[in-house]
C-alpha cells in the first residue's frame, strides 16, 4: 500500500516520502477506506510548510479529504458498510493521500452520487461556503452579500448557494480575465479590484447596502467592500493568503457597529454534533449529485507523481482543482 509520509515541514517537494508499506486491518471500531481520489488544498500545502491552525506529529501522513470505499470492517462495526462509498471527515487525523486509510467509523460519512472525483472536493470549500452563508448573520431574500477571490473554490460555492436562496452576490477578483468565469457561476456583479473598486462597488449597489462580507486575503482587500456594509452589518475572515487581517477602522466599530469575526472549519469539525455534521454533508452531496455544486477540475495524478502533483497545485492561474486519484 502506497502512501505519502510527511518527515519534515517545508517544501512538499523536498519533505515528503513516498512509502511502500503492508495492507493495514481495521481494529475496533475503525474501517478500511480504499481512496478513489483526494484533493490537494491551499490548506494541505501550508500544513506541510508548518504554517497551518493544525501542525501533527512527524512523521505522518498528510491529505485532509478524500473520498473512497469502505473494503473491511473491524468488531463493533456494521459489516453493511463494506462496498459502501464515504468520504473521510477533514480532522487531521487521517492522511488521504493513500492508497488505503483507517478511520474510526464515526469519521467516514456515506455519501450518495456516482462521481468520486466531485465527492473529494465536497468537505472543505462546500462546507465551508455553506457554514458563510448559514452561521455568522442571518440573510433573507434580496440580501447582498460581498466578497473578494470570488473565482476561489470557496468563492463559487457560496455564490451557487447563495442564489439558491435568492441572496445577490458582489464579487471581487483580482484578474480582469477571472470576471467572465464569475459571471457565468451566477454572479450577480463582478467587480476587478483596482484603486476605483469602491467607487464601483456604489455605482452598482445604488441605495441599497451589503450585509455580509467574506475575505480569504486578508490585508486590505475587503475594506472597499466593508465601507459598503449597512448598518451592524458583518465581515467574516477565512483566510489570510495575501496578509494578516487589518481589521475594522473606529469609525466602522463604533459609528456603524460593524461586526468582524474569523472562521476555521476545522473548529466546526471539532466542535459541531455529529447529526449536523452529517446532515450538513448530505444535503451537499445531494447538491452535488444533482450537479449543482460542481468544482472543475485541472489535472488528476497517481501518487507516484506526486512532485508533479504539487508543482502544478502551487501554480497562481489554474482552471481548476488538482487531485490525486487512484486505481
Not at 89 to 112: I, M
Amino acid at each position: 500500500m502506497q502512501h505519502l509520509v510527511l518527515t519534515e515541514f517545508g517544501d512538499p517537494q523536498e519533505c515528503l516520502q513516498l512509502v511502500d508499506g503492508a495492507d493495514p486491518a481495521p481494529g475496533p471500531g475503525h474501517v478500511v477506506v480504499r481512496m478513489e481520489a483526494a484533493a490537494i488544498n491551499p490548506s494541505d500545502l501550508l500544513l506541510i510548510a508548518g504554517r497551518y491552525l493544525a501542525r501533527p506529529a512527524l512523521p505522518a501522513t498528510v491529505g485532509a479529504e478524500g473520498v473512497g470505499i469502505v473494503e473491511a470492517t473491524g468488531p463493533g462495526v456494521n459489516g453493511a458498510l463494506v462496498g459502501r462509498r464515504v468520504i473521510v471527515l477533514p480532522t487531521f487525523k487521517y492522511g488521504t493521500w493513500s492508497q488505503k486509510v483507517v478511520a474510526a467509523e464515526e469519521d467516514v460519512v456515506l455519501v450518495p452520487g456516482r462521481d468520486p472525483a466531485q465527492l473529494a472536493m465536497l468537505s472543505i470549500n462546500p462546507v465551508t461556503a455553506h457554514l458563510l452563508l448559514e452561521k455568522i448573520t442571518p440573510l433573507e431574500i434580496g440580501d447582498w452579500v460581498g466578497q473578494t477571490a470570488a473565482n476561489s473554490a470557496v468563492g463559487r460555492h457560496v455564490i451557487t448557494l447563495a442564489k439558491r436562496r435568492g441572496i445577490k452576490t458582489l464579487n471581487v477578483v483580482r484578474r480582469a480575465d477571472a470576471v467572465d468565469d464569475v459571471r457565468r457561476a451566477g454572479g450577480d456583479v463582478v467587480l476587478v479590484s483596482g484603486p476605483d473598486l469602491a467607487a464601483d462597488i456604489t455605482r452598482e449597489l445604488g441605495e441599497e447596502n451589503l450585509r455580509l462580507v467574506l475575505d480569504p486575503l486578508g490585508g486590505t482587500a475587503a475594506a472597499p467592500l466593508t465601507s459598503a456594509l449597512e448598518f451592524g452589518g458583518s465581515v467574516v475572515s477565512y483566510g489570510t493568503l495575501t496578509a494578516a487581517s487589518a481589521g475594522l477602522t473606529s469609525a466602522d466599530l463604533f459609528q456603524r457597529e460593524i461586526r468582524h469575526t474569523g472562521f476555521w472549519l476545522g473548529n466546526w469539525y471539532f466542535r459541531a454534533p455529529t447529526r449536523e455534521i452529517r446532515a450538513v454533508l448530505g444535503h451537499l452531496a445531494g447538491l452535488m449529485a444533482d450537479g449543482q455544486l460542481h468544482v472543475p477540475i485541472e489535472a488528476n495524478y497517481q501518487l507516484n507523481d506526486y512532485r508533479k502533483a504539487f508543482q502544478h497545485a502551487q501554480t497562481t492561474q489554474r482552471g481548476g482543482k488538482v487531485l490525486f486519484t487512484f486505481d
